[in-house]
């Protein structure tokens, strides 16, 4: 983490966060970048369903699969209708993938800031309690939208956080 953190600056804009004078990119330009995003992104969700005379209180998650693809999932009565205007929306389904890549861009900060705290109390404990940090195969990151604004959420083996 610490290389890669040493190596964005020298990288350009990081999620579209530009470097500061300094050339330094901290977790909070990014985190208010990913606000920002967010806040954008319920908007142009809103008008989509809004143009298109869907339901805008119901909620859907937004998922990248294996193949790349975002897809549109949850309990919206008119998932496929979505899937199809998202389709057919290329920049808009990008801004999504970058925005919920982000969002697990910064949950893994957050969780190799804590690891890094526990380790220099108790190095063993740590890896314990952090052993996800470690898999290969990490989190899913999906975008929920529904009334309340667009979150993050996260899957692990299984498990919706």
């Known amino acids: 983490m610490g290389r890669l953190a040493a190596q964005m600056p020298a990288m350009g804009s990081v999620f579209g966060v530009k470097p500061r004078a300094d050339g330094s990119i901290s977790l909070e330009d990014i985190k208010r970048q990913f606000q920002e995003n967010s806040k954008a992104l319920q908007e ?3 008008a989509l369903l809004r143009d298109n005379g869907l339901d805008g209180a119901a909620s859907f998650d937004l998922t990248t699969d ?19 205007l998202l ?13 919920s890549g982000m969002a697990a861009f910064l949950r893994v900060a957050e969780e190799h800031g804590a690891f890094a705290r526990a380790y220099a109390d108790d190095p063993q404990t ?21 009334a309340g604004g667009l979150s993050a959420v996260f899957a692990d083996a299984g498990n919706v956080r």
């Open 126 to 146: 740590a890896v314990a309690n952090h052993a996800r940090l470690f898999g290969a195969a990490g989190d899913t990151a999906s975008l929920r939208y529904g």
């Open 66 to 84: 294996e193949q790349g693809r975002l897809r549109v999932g949850g309990s919206h009565p008119a998932n496929d209708k979505i899937q199809s």
């Open 87 to 99: 389709d057919e929306d290329a920049a808009l389904s990008r801004r999504i993938q970058e925005t």
């Open 44 to 46: 142009e969700l809103q």
